[in-house]
């Protein structure tokens, strides 16, 4: 009895064991390149997935970073710095009292519950400052500061004693509206995510 060659090739059923292989392969290959490949066309498209945000997406989103800002010593407001922090900007409406220091200390409390990151993000109030004895150590906390552009009046709160706020990326980019009389805990909840 003649042993079988070794080389078949040529056999059938060798190929068809072969073809199964590849294809066995392919398929493997695929269940892991579709999920880049989907990804990869949804980006693409400008699709993002959605978060649980409190605050109001800024669309179209907008830069600020060319924003010319003073601040009350009279240095510019750098919006892009070395640490890339983000920056909580205060925008208040006309006489910041009683009700809108009280946002502004709710926000100060919002930052110091970031704990060690904290420092990653900067409070800028962007009007005229507060008075009287309740604003007594207002400039030790947040950077008091004007600007004579107009890029943010219509995040800007309009009522009497009412402040809204804008969370600016580290490049400048304006990300997220806090409405006068928004939640401040729901800004706390999203500061969390965001800063780490």
Same mark, same amino acid.
């Given at each position: 009895?003649?042993?079988?060659?070794?080389?078949?090739?040529?056999?059938?059923?060798?190929?068809?064991?072969?073809?199964?292989? /590849?294809?066995?392969?392919?398929?493997?290959?695929?269940?892991?390149?579709?999920?880049?490949?989907?990804?990869?066309?949804?980006?693409?498209?400008?699709?993002?997935?959605?978060? /649980?945000?409190?605050?109001?997406?800024?669309?179209? /989103?907008?830069?600020?970073?060319?924003?010319?800002?003073?601040?009350?010593?009279?240095?510019?407001?750098?919006?892009?710095?070395?640490?890339?922090?983000?920056?909580?900007?205060?925008?208040?409406?006309?006489?910041?009292?009683?009700?809108?220091?009280?946002?502004?200390?709710?926000? +100060?409390?919002?930052?110091?519950?970031?704990?060690? +990151?904290?420092?990653?993000?900067?409070?800028?109030?962007?009007?005229?400052?507060?008075?009287?004895?309740?604003?007594?150590?207002?400039?030790?906390?947040?950077?008091?500061?004007?600007?004579?552009? +107009?890029?943010?009046?219509?995040?800007?709160?309009?009522?009497?004693?009412?402040?809204?706020?804008?969370?600016?990326?580290?490049?400048?980019?304006?990300?997220?509206?806090?409405?006068?009389?928004?939640?401040?805990?729901?800004?706390?909840?999203?500061?969390?995510?965001?800063?780490?």
């Amino acid at each position: 009895m003649q042993d079988a060659p070794n080389d078949l090739s040529g056999n059938p059923v060798t190929m068809e064991v072969r073809n199964r292989r /590849q294809l066995q392969l392919l398929l493997v290959a695929g269940v892991f390149a579709a999920p880049v490949l989907v990804g990869l066309v949804l980006a693409f498209s400008g699709w993002m997935p959605r978060t /649980q945000s409190y605050g109001q997406a800024i669309l179209p /989103q907008r830069s600020i970073a060319d924003v010319t800002v003073q601040r009350a010593d009279g240095e510019p407001f750098a919006w892009r710095d070395r640490s890339f922090d983000w920056t909580l900007v205060a925008l208040p409406g006309p006489d910041c009292a009683k009700r809108c220091l009280s946002q502004l200390d709710l926000m +100060h409390r919002a930052r110091i519950g970031l704990g060690t +990151h904290a420092d990653k993000l900067r409070l800028l109030y962007l009007g005229t400052p507060p008075g009287g004895e309740a604003a007594r150590g207002f400039d030790k906390v947040w950077t008091i500061a004007s600007t004579p552009s +107009h890029a943010l009046d219509d995040l800007r709160a309009t009522g009497p004693d009412s402040v809204s706020a804008v969370l600016v990326m580290p490049d400048g980019v304006a990300l997220t509206l806090y409405p006068a009389g928004s939640d401040v805990n729901g800004l706390r909840r999203d500061l969390q995510k965001v800063i780490r």
